[in-house]
């Protein structure tokens, strides 16, 4: 593979945006918002910013890095080349994904094009049509490209799914998130005290917490009290599933990729969230509703489906 890797090191940051933006409307809309949250979770400039760190003064120049961005939890692909995409349908196609990524000999231009060879070769394993392919292919060469050879071919390539996940189709996940909560047939009387429920592991039957008309995310989780911090160290017991430190949108510790009901989220306000998300550097955009999101700030207006990133930081802050 350090042929295809020397290939693939040859590409910007911008250039990988520009080739996943061509793919994505080839892609199954099951993944196509779940591969752009992937890439805002793992951005090449980050560990571009860290490995040139390393290069220059070893281990203790990259973690004194990592100290001034406020780097928290695992944020490097090397640790998690076969669960960093779980939460992408796809991700149940990794073990053909990850054998055609390996099997490239003769890395073809452009990217875009590299990206839909790697699919194409997929297929013919997994037996499913190269749409819910695409996304996976950029996700795994993306991956080889930030963990390197040696730990993308040491992975086993095992699928992180229960057997009830993966017994689900990509119609029954997206009715899923398009589905709201029934509140009852005098719902309408319920008014600001309408309940929604707000999911944030789609593989996981008991991964979801109530959030009442209007609440932010964060305050909706703080009232699951089930034990997160011994999964990820970065949650305060009590305070729920998301990580959450200043709830002002200040700290940039709760952001979350949504998966499904974007538009169920209350639009971004740009004085408070919108600048904040530019100074995290998890995305720039002007959409009014997108798919990344500060939880301390987004109120819920209906069910929505979310994925909570393994890391937090503020790499905005360029050293």
């Not at 996943?20 to 099951?30: A, D, E, K, Y």
């Not at 990592?66 to 073990?95: E, N, T």
Request: aromatic share 6%; glycine share 8%.
């Amino acid at each position: 593979m350090s042929s295809l890797y020397a290939h693939l090191s040859r590409y910007t940051s911008a250039e990988w945006g520009q080739a996943v933006r061509s793919l994505s409307m080839g892609m199954h809309p099951i993944d196509r918002d779940a591969t752009r949250i992937w890439f805002s979770f793992f951005p090449l400039d980050l560990h571009l910013m860290l490995e040139a760190a390393r290069r220059e003064g070893g281990d203790d120049a990259e973690a004194a890095v990592a100290r001034k961005l406020g780097l928290m939890g695992k944020w490097k692909l090397a640790d998690q080349v076969d669960r960093s995409h779980r939460f992408l349908f796809a991700h149940r196609y990794w073990p053909q994904v990850k054998s055609a990524v390996s099997a490239t000999t003769e890395p073809v231009e452009p990217l875009a094009a590299l990206i839909t060879a790697v699919a194409d070769a997929a297929t013919r394993t997994a037996r499913v049509d190269r749409d819910l392919l695409l996304g996976m292919s950029a996700v795994g060469l993306m991956t080889l490209r930030q963990a390197g050879p040696e730990a993308f071919a040491e992975a086993p390539g095992h699928i992180h799914l229960s057997d009830r996940a993966r017994a689900r189709s990509p119609h029954q996940v997206l009715k899923d998130r398009a589905r709201d909560d029934a509140q009852g047939v005098l719902g309408f009387l319920r008014g600001v005290r309408r309940r929604w429920t707000v999911t944030f592991d789609e593989n996981e039957s008991d991964a979801t917490f109530p959030a009442i008309e209007d609440q932010e995310l964060a305050s909706a989780a703080q009232a699951d009290k089930r034990d997160y911090r011994s999964r990820d160290p970065r949650c305060t017991p009590g305070e729920g599933p998301i990580p959450v430190e200043c709830r002002a949108a200040s700290c940039g510790t709760c952001w979350v990729g949504v998966l499904g009901g974007a538009t169920k989220l209350s639009p971004v306000v740009e004085r408070d969230e919108g600048r904040r998300m530019k100074v995290f550097g998890y995305i720039d955009t002007d959409e009014p509703q997108p798919i990344i999101r500060l939880s301390c700030q987004a109120r819920v207006r209906g069910a929505v489906s979310v994925v909570i990133p393994p890391w937090n930081g503020i790499t905005g802050r360029r050293p």
